[in-house]
């Protein structure tokens, strides 16, 4: 039986549709499926992803590419009206043509293999009590890395920056507005789940060997972004990665 690594509504091409680098990371991410040792981090361990899982990833990627807004790496549209939409799940599902936990499923291997985040804002409500608000998705600079579009993916993100400000500029209105959702949902984790006793032990080696090796690095005279690059690519980890974050 062939695979299905298509989402129920692709990433739309040619004239009118959306910036290439969209379309070609889905189409290089598909290689993942035939050959997951091409992103050794979503194999897990010395055993190959089952190739269910495997499709689900392919779908559900091309799927978030798709509501990807390039000058932010969220899943959403900036408008001037209000502020940053974001996309939420039941459109994913609709777009993606899987059910919903399976695609849950897939974000949450991506999101533990580095390759997304996903974000739970929360606000307090008129009773003093925490709610959560539309999940924040962002697809990291680390996914495009793996495909060797990192160059391509800065470029693309200065060009969206600039239409979104000369948006602004012909509405006579700020930057800021059409991102105030994003900035707000990001910074609104007034309360988090405590780590167990493992991750925290795991991630407490994971910072000493960090500083090892960067350590290193700073006796050789490098420091700032530079040194925080040659470490991340060192270890194996995404670009902006940092053990005080």
């Known amino acids: 039986m062939q695979p299905r690594l298509y989402p129920a509504q692709p990433i739309r091409k040619g004239q009118g549709g959306l910036p290439r680098i969209l379309s070609l990371a889905a189409e290089r991410a598909k290689a993942w499926y035939s050959h997951p040792q091409k992103c050794h981090a979503l194999n897990k361990g010395s055993r190959q992803t089952r190739s269910e899982r495997r499709e689900a990833y392919q779908v559900i990627l091309e799927t978030m590419l798709s509501f990807l807004d390039l000058a932010s790496l969220c899943l959403g549209t900036p408008t001037l009206d209000n502020g940053f939409v974001d996309v939420d799940m039941k459109t994913l599902v609709e777009a ?67 239409r979104l400000r000369r948006k602004v500029m012909r509405a006579n209105r700020k930057l ?70």
């Open 176 to 245: 800021a507005d059409l991102m105030r959702r994003a900035a707000q949902g990001l910074k609104s984790f007034v309360r988090r789940t405590p780590r167990s006793r493992a991750e925290q032990e795991r991630h407490e080696a994971e910072a000493r060997r960090w500083n090892l090796v960067c350590a290193r690095y700073m006796r050789e005279g490098l420091s700032g972004g530079e040194l925080r690059r040659r470490v991340n690519a060192e270890l194996g980890l995404p670009p902006d990665y940092s053990p005080n974050r």
């Open 96 to 162: 993606s043509g899987m059910g919903q936990r399976r695609c849950e499923r897939a974000i949450a291997d991506l999101k533990e293999a580095g390759l997304v985040e996903v974000k739970q804002p929360r606000k307090i409500n008129e009773h003093g009590d925490y709610v959560g608000l539309r999940a924040i998705r962002v697809v990291r600079e680390a996914f495009f890395e793996f495909l060797q579009l990192g160059p391509m993916l800065r470029q693309e993100r200065a060009k969206a920056t600039e």
